[in-house]
């Protein structure tokens, strides 16, 4: 138990799927992003192809 | 990398290569940046000293810090080595095009100062509809680009989409029975001003569309200030009625769908744009909410300048602070660039392709043209073809020809500029702790600011960190309950 530190979230930087990107997801400018853009907020769809 | 940083007195490390994320407290904050300060390694016992006078700690508390951190990196959990990537390893298919924004009109019921699209026209002089035809070819031009993708995504923009209604029902229907013949899945969402919003058009969207942005800037005096009718007067009383009456349908058991976004732009004529989100939620009872920042030429008075840069960061932080306050009374409101998925969110390749602009997106105007995005209509350099032409490429029954591609019929320098671009070819990325969030930012704000794709827009780039800086604080502190 760290006294000073304390970890919110573990390291967690999704791979693609059985090693490849599936391309399923949705471009950030579809959703409510036309003048800027976010990414990580995109949610991963590989399960719903 | 590891960036540290301290917001509303707490102390927070994000290891961007791992998006591992720890809380600390005064001591292991100025711990961990000695060693960043030290290229991630252990800093000498000289300057670990120092530090322990500074807390006012024996040498031994801080070095029983250092192990702990020595741990964390040992583990993975900070200064995690960067991602080596081979592109083609990631996504070995050929990208495809499978998300359309669709321009639905280029014209428009409002005259709003800050337009991208020109009030409607992109800058063309010409106010034109999407006729069905043409349309119809769009949604088959994208059908046939997207090959084995399952998702297709059309969004109906414009201009304002709803002064060509009865062509919106059109394709509409025409997508649902694509679909069904394909086996595709085409989701629509629809961009709209609101201001034609009537109750029929409201079910007729709650029954079809799976996404909804409407468009409001928020306060009254705000939002009549830059979105003003053709006449000049304001917009904002018959707006935010629409808006209010189509959330009250749109989140009952009624609406077959849910997804949207109440949408705005902030300038420098509303830098104090948190109050303006508290607006939509509180007054117009929205809990989905998109508020960005505004894109403008050089001259325009209400360019975001880099000295409103301070005062913009205090407003993310006062609606981090808003956010978590509704989010304890146990009624969220979500500010769509504050979300993040943590425990998941997108593969490595979608943070380092970004947006998809031009490779698996792009946008159509009524003419038919097909350009990279949206945000890139009407500049002739950038034009990837037309719609139209993908007749010679379709048998009778609207499907691709044998040996057929769309690739025949798209601009293919444009294209392959598009396909090769990847987030860390741009060099201000490779040193930065938001590239995989941010996916290397707009390329046509960078483009449109710098003459160039891969040009850094400095104010795009402030912005996305301190919005991922917020994220992570309202994850750190969402913690606390």
């Known amino acids: 138990m760290m006294r000073h530190i304390k970890t919110v979230q573990k390291a967690s930087v999704k791979k693609p799927v059985s090693g490849k990107a599936c391309g399923e997801c949705q471009t950030s400018c579809q959703s409510a992003c036309k003048t800027s853009c976010t990414v990580a907020n995109q949610k991963c769809e590989s399960a719903s192809k | 990398m590891v960036h540290a940083f301290e917001m509303k007195g707490r102390y927070i490390a994000y290891d961007s290569e791992s998006c591992a994320l720890h809380e600390l407290d005064q001591t292991a904050f100025l711990s961990l940046c000695s060693y960043i300060e030290n290229e991630g390694k252990r800093p000498v016992n000289e300057r670990l000293e120092k530090i322990a006078a500074e807390c006012g700690l024996p040498n031994e508390e801080i070095l029983s810090v250092c192990d702990d951190i020595d741990e964390l990196i040992q583990e993975g959990e900070l200064f995690s080595e960067g991602q080596r990537v081979n592109l083609d390893d990631l996504y070995p298919d050929d990208p495809a095009v499978k998300a359309m924004c669709l321009h639905i009109c280029h014209d428009c019921n409002l005259r709003c100062k800050y337009c991208f699209a020109g009030t409607g026209d992109y800058h063309t002089g010409k106010r034109s509809m999407l006729d069905d035809q043409t349309g119809k070819q769009a949604i088959d031009f994208l059908i046939a680009s997207s090959g084995?993708?399952?998702?297709?995504?059309?969004?109906?923009?414009?201009?304002?989409?709803?002064?060509?209604?009865?062509?919106?029902?059109?394709?509409?229907?025409?997508?649902?029975?694509?679909?069904?013949?394909?086996?595709?899945?085409?989701?629509?969402?629809?961009?709209?001003?609101?201001?034609?919003?009537?109750?029929?058009?409201?079910?007729?969207?709650?029954?079809?569309?799976?996404?909804?942005?409407?468009?409001?800037?928020?306060?009254?005096?705000?939002?009549?200030?830059?979105?003003?009718?053709?006449?000049?007067?304001?917009?904002?009383?018959?707006?935010?009625?629409?808006?209010?009456?189509?959330?009250?349908?749109?989140?009952?058991?009624?609406?077959?769908?849910?997804?949207?976004?109440?949408?705005?732009?902030?300038?420098?004529?509303?830098?104090?744009?948190?109050?303006?989100?508290?607006?939509?939620?509180?007054?117009?009872?929205?809990?989905?909410?998109?508020?960005?920042?505004?894109?403008?030429?050089?001259?325009?008075?209400?360019?975001?300048?880099?000295?409103?840069?301070?005062?913009?960061?205090?407003?993310?932080?006062?609606?981090?602070?808003?956010?978590?306050?509704k989010k304890a009374d146990g009624d969220p409101v979500h500010f769509f660039h504050f979300l993040m998925d943590m425990q998941g969110g997108p593969c490595l390749y979608k943070r380092l392709k970004g947006c998809g602009v031009g490779a698996e997106y792009c946008a159509v105007t009524p003419d038919g043209d097909i350009y990279p995005c949206h945000q890139f209509t009407g500049e002739i350099e950038w034009k990837m073809g037309n719609v139209r032409d993908v007749e010679t490429l379709l048998d009778e029954n609207r499907n691709l020809l044998p040996g057929k591609k769309t690739e025949e019929i798209l601009n293919s320098r444009v294209r392959q500029i598009f396909i090769d671009r990847l987030m860390p070819d741009k060099a201000e990325c490779r040193s930065c702790f938001a590239r995989y969030h941010c996916g290397g930012g707009c390329p046509a704000n960078s483009f449109h600011a710098t003459g160039s794709l891969d040009g850094q827009y400095e104010i795009g780039c402030a912005l996305a960190k301190k919005r991922l800086e917020c994220s992570l604080w309202m994850t750190v502190v969402g913690q606390d309950t």
């Open chain 2, 148 to 325: 084995e993708r399952h998702n297709l995504d059309i969004d109906f923009f414009g201009g304002e989409p709803l002064m060509n209604w009865p062509v919106v029902m059109s394709l509409t229907e025409y997508c649902e029975k694509r679909a069904a013949e394909t086996g595709k899945d085409i989701r629509l969402t629809i961009t709209t001003n609101a201001l034609l919003l009537d109750e029929e058009k409201t079910k007729y969207i709650n029954e079809h569309m799976k996404n909804c942005v409407l468009s409001i800037d928020g306060r009254p005096e705000v939002h009549d200030n830059m979105r003003p009718a053709p006449n000049g007067s304001g917009s904002y009383r018959i707006v935010s009625d629409r808006i209010r009456t189509f959330l009250a349908a749109r989140t009952s058991a009624d609406s077959k769908y849910y997804e949207h976004y109440v949408r705005g732009t902030y300038t420098r004529s509303n830098l104090d744009f948190s109050q303006d989100v508290i607006h939509l939620a509180e007054e117009l009872g929205a809990r989905h909410i998109s508020v960005e920042p505004v894109v403008s030429d050089e001259d325009s008075f209400y360019r975001i300048r880099p000295e409103d840069l301070p005062e913009i960061e205090r407003e993310y932080e006062n609606l981090a602070e808003y956010l978590i306050r």
